[in-house]
C-alpha cells in the first residue's frame, strides 16, 4: 500500500507512521488534527513520487475555510523535474517595467524528446489575485515558484489537485 511504501520511505515502522505525519504535517489553530484519509492522500504523493515531507518537500494542511491542501515545495517539484528522464534543464527568465516593478517571469522546461521547450509565463498582476501573504515579502522568489510549478505541472502532470508553496498561503 502507499503508507507501506511512505514509512519505508521515511524509514520508521507503518505503525508509527500516521503518529509521525501528525506531528510534521500541523493545521491550524482551532482545527481538528488531520485524519487518517486525509493523512493516506498526502502519503500517497509521497510514494508514488517519492517526496520526503521531512525536508519539506511535500506537505499536508488544510486551508482556513477548512480544504484539504496537499503542497509541493520547490524542492519536490525540482525533485520531480530531475526523475524525468527526458528532462534536459530549466531556464527563468524575468521582466521588469520601466519602474523596476516585476510584470513577469517566464520558465522554460527543456526535453530531450521535444524539438521547442515547455513554457509558462506568470504575470505579476494575474498572481497577485491568489497569492497570500509571502507576496509582499519576497515577491520574485513566490513568482518564480509560481511559474516553475505551472510548467513543472504542464511538462510532466502529476495527480491531484496539488497547491506549491506560492498558493499555500491563501
Known amino acids: 500500500t502507499s503508507g507501506e511504501r511512505a514509512a519505508k520511505r521515511l524509514g520508521i515502522p507503518p505503525g508509527k507512521l500516521l503518529e509521525m505525519m501528525r506531528?510534521?504535517?500541523k493545521v491550524s489553530k482551532g482545527q481538528d488534527p488531520l485524519t487518517d484519509h486525509e493523512l493516506f492522500i498526502g502519503l500517497s504523493m509521497v510514494a508514488k513520487y517519492d517526496l520526503d515531507p521531512t525536508c519539506k518537500e511535500i506537505y499536508v494542511t488544510r486551508g482556513n475555510d477548512g480544504?484539504?491542501?496537499?503542497v509541493v515545495?520547490?524542492?519536490g517539484w525540482v525533485k520531480i523535474l530531475d526523475r524525468t528522464k527526458h528532462y534536459d534543464g530549466f531556464e527563468q527568465d524575468l521582466h521588469f517595467d520601466d519602474a523596476g516593478n516585476i510584470e513577469w517571469i517566464e520558465t522554460r522546461i527543456y526535453s530531450t524528446k521535444r524539438s521547442k521547450p515547455t513554457v509558462?509565463?506568470?504575470?505579476?498582476?494575474?498572481?497577485?489575485?491568489?497569492a497570500g501573504f509571502m507576496k509582499g515579502k519576497i515577491p520574485i522568489h513566490m513568482l518564480r515558484l509560481f511559474s516553475l510549478h505551472h510548467a513543472t505541472?504542464?511538462?510532466?502532470?502529476?495527480?491531484g489537485h496539488v497547491r506549491d508553496e506560492s498558493e499555500s498561503f491563501m
Open 73 to 75: 515545495g520547490i524542492d
Open 23 to 25: 506531528q510534521i504535517w
Open 67 to 70: 480544504e484539504l491542501m496537499v
Open 153 to 159: 505541472r504542464l511538462f510532466t502532470p502529476i495527480g
Open 120 to 130: 509558462y509565463r506568470a504575470y505579476w498582476k494575474e498572481y497577485q489575485a491568489v
